[in-house]
């Protein structure tokens, strides 16, 4: 299965849209919208604490790749006036994310490409700042995707990553997960691997932080949410992801407890070559 299959099976798109409609007549909010628009693990917490990283640099243009839902770029296009791009493999979460985007007050039409991170359709050093939040997981030779990233972005710009890390005991890898549902899917790097590439990318990692424990108590809580109210009367992960997403997000529990998988955050800046 490829992986815009394993994400663009699932949602009913007509359902969810009149859900949305009929919950928040007004317009959902970044909250309201969390359960199933911050695919990550850390949720919309996550997210502010990304954009908190942004406010050192004050970048102008901001690509994002793998926007998913667009949880993200929602709360970058309210928050600052700066142009954001997002690309996404997935055509069907593209199309999901214009269509959401249309629902919040005010509405917003979000600038979104179907493409593969590995084939960016972008001149050089267009932008000042690249995110990848939970993206890094899913693409194949990553290699070919920084050289890419360091093409496009500008000679002093940013690279900031949310991304699920190879932990110290990846035998014990349980699946589905939300990203994959099985090991051919998922592309997980460890922090030495990832630190590794970034450098013959010329990328100099600036920081580097660690928060698994974080990630597996955000995980555990959630879990109590989604188990406490009977579906289909709550949002949550599970409408995009499909039913499968109760073993998903256990078997993320597992996975940080074996050490299977970290969570990490990682701040990086251009070098001059
Ligand atoms: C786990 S989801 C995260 C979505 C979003 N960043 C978020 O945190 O809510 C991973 C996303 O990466 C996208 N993706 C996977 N491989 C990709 C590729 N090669 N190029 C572009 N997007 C890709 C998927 O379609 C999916 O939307």
Known sequence: MDIDQHYS???DEAFLLQQLRQRYPDGPSSYQLAPLDQLHIGGI????KLLQQLQHDQPHRILEIGSGVGGLMRMLNAKTQIE?????ITHRFNRLNQAISALTSPPTSPQLITCDARQLPFADNHFDCIIFQHSLLNIPHTDVCL???RRILSRHGSLLLHEVLQGPNPHSMRYPVPWASNAQQSHLLTFE???ALLQQHHFKLEQAENWSSEALQWRHRQQQKE???KPPSTLSPANILGQ???QMGANVITNLNTGAVEVWQLSCRGQTL
């Open 9 to 11: 099976h699932h949602a």
């Open 45 to 48: 917490k996550a997210s502010e």
């Open 84 to 88: 954001v791009v997002g690309i996404d």
């Open 147 to 149: 050289q890419e990233c």
């Open 193 to 195: 691997a990832i630190s």
């Open 227 to 229: 188990t406490s109210v």
């Open 244 to 246: 499968s997403f109760s």
